[in-house]
């Protein structure tokens, strides 16, 4: 059965926890979390790397993804999309400390400057998805069937900044506020006699709370090499829920449909606190001259530390990810010796042992999740009025993902997906000025 929509996720393994986490960032940052920067871009994930923002950009980024779920013989398609981030980063401030000598009679020695930036950005962008369709059945002591159905997610309004000192050093912090809602719909099925009896269970979760993220980002160059190394942690604070419930007998009509026939239990908890988990990364990024680099990135995930009152029968371990990104043509700023900008070529892959711990038959199994891109940018270029050239870029990516395994009651996935994002430059924000 194929599904289409603008949901973003259909994996069962999205009805634990918060749902499938998607760590979205921008197109042309790859797999590099925590230490891609440019001129025009920085990542959404380590606030830090604002600090290289040197012009005015808005960032938008579509999503589909295509593919399939199976478990033991059973097999679901899935076809979806959605948006993945919606930013603009822009330069807030800038100034140079003058350092003077300590004597003044040493004329020997000049007045230096330490140059300070301080960059913005505001991003709208999902952080889970929910999207499972799936049927459990169960010989003991009768027949029974329960369908699962969720939908929803948590998304992110987020302002961040980024504190460049010098040229080497640049610290960042953003904050995020969390929203969303879950929704899970059952429905249990026994027969009485000749006939089949249905109960149907719905919750729905409201989600609101705040994320925190500090990081930083140092770089230097040795020779014809460049080198960044960024870090950043990140934790929650005020995350709040409030679940209801209703829970109904129904009756199947001759018609084919479920309708209610009494309310067994109508409950609301009202807002309560629960504990998400904190993170940590770290990333490299290797660049000799403007030709190629090479980016490696870690992400840990405390999600052994969840606690939620509405999700008590979860197990959540805690999560790896791993990822590297190769870019032939890193720069995203033309030189204004260069006729055409250069047209970036990204390739690259990641490995997650991600926050689902399933136990079946005395078998104990972490879902693992492995992805593979290639992804190119097209440069748009158009002169200034004051004679400077500026660009923008549309980025493609492809992705290859698949997650578990076919096994022990567990499912696999397979997707194929497509991103598109845009990386416009600050000359679509500034209007000629006409004089008398």
Do not use: C
């Not at 590297?324 to 995203?332: E, G, Q, R, V």
Request: no cysteine; charged share 15%; net charge positive.
């Amino acid at each position: 059965m194929a599904q289409s929509g603008q949901n973003f996720t259909a994996s069962p393994y999205s009805n634990f926890g918060l749902g499938e986490v998607l760590n979205n960032n921008f197109t042309q940052a790859g797999y590099s979390s925590q230490s891609h920067s440019g001129a025009y871009s920085y990542s959404l994930l380590n606030p830090a790397t604002l600090g290289n923002l040197q012009y005015t950009t808005l960032d938008f980024g579509l999503s589909a993804r295509t593919g399939s779920v199976q478990s033991g013989s059973n097999v679901q398609g899935f076809r979806g999309g959605s948006l993945n981030y919606l930013a603009m980063g822009y330069k807030s401030w800038h100034t140079a400390l003058k350092i003077r000598p300590k004597s003044n009679a040493d004329s020997t020695k000049r007045i230096k400057k330490l140059p300070l930036e301080w960059n913005s950005a505001f991003a709208l962008y999902p952080s889970t998805s929910v999207g499972y369709n799936y049927v459990f059945e169960s010989q003991n002591p009768i027949k029974t069937l329960t369908a699962h159905s969720g939908i929803g997610g948590i998304n992110v309004v987020d302002w961040a900044h980024g504190l460049r000192i010098g040229n080497h050093v640049s610290f960042g912090y953003s904050l995020g506020y969390m929203f969303g809602q879950l929704t899970d719909n059952s429905i249990f099925s026994f027969p009485d006699s000749a006939e089949y009896n249905f109960v149907g269970d719905e919750k729905r979760v409201l989600l609101r709370g705040y994320q925190h993220r500090a990081g930083g980002l140092f770089q230097f160059r040795m020779d014809s090499t460049y080198h960044k190394l960024g870090f950043s942690f990140g934790f929650h604070s005020g995350m709040k829920g409030n679940q209801s419930r209703l829970t109904r007998t129904l009756e199947y009509s001759s018609g084919g449909s479920l309708y209610a026939i009494d309310t067994v239990v109508l409950s609301e908890t009202g807002y309560q606190k629960f504990k998400m988990p904190s993170s940590l990364g770290l990333g490299y990024t290797f660049q000799w001259r403007r030709k190629w680099s090479l980016g490696l990135d870690y992400r840990f995930t405390r999600w052994g530390n969840y606690s939620a009152f509405f999700s008590h029968t979860s197990q959540m371990a805690n999560r790896s990810d791993f990822g590297f990104t190769f870019i032939l043509n890193p720069a995203d700023e033309k030189l204004s010796k260069q006729k055409h900008q250069p047209i970036p070529i990204r390739l690259g892959a990641r490995y997650s042992q991600t926050q689902n711990v399933f136990t079946s038959s005395g078998v104990k199994t972490t879902i693992e999740e492995q992805g593979a891109f290639f992804g190119f940018g097209l440069p748009l270029t158009r002169r200034y009025f004051d004679n400077r050239v500026l660009r923008s870029v549309i980025n493609v990516q492809i992705d290859y993902i698949t997650r578990g395994k076919n096994s022990n009651g567990l499912a696999r996935e397979q997707y194929v997906g497509a991103t598109v994002g845009l990386n416009l430059g600050d000359i679509w924000f500034v209007r000629r000025k006409f004089g008398d």
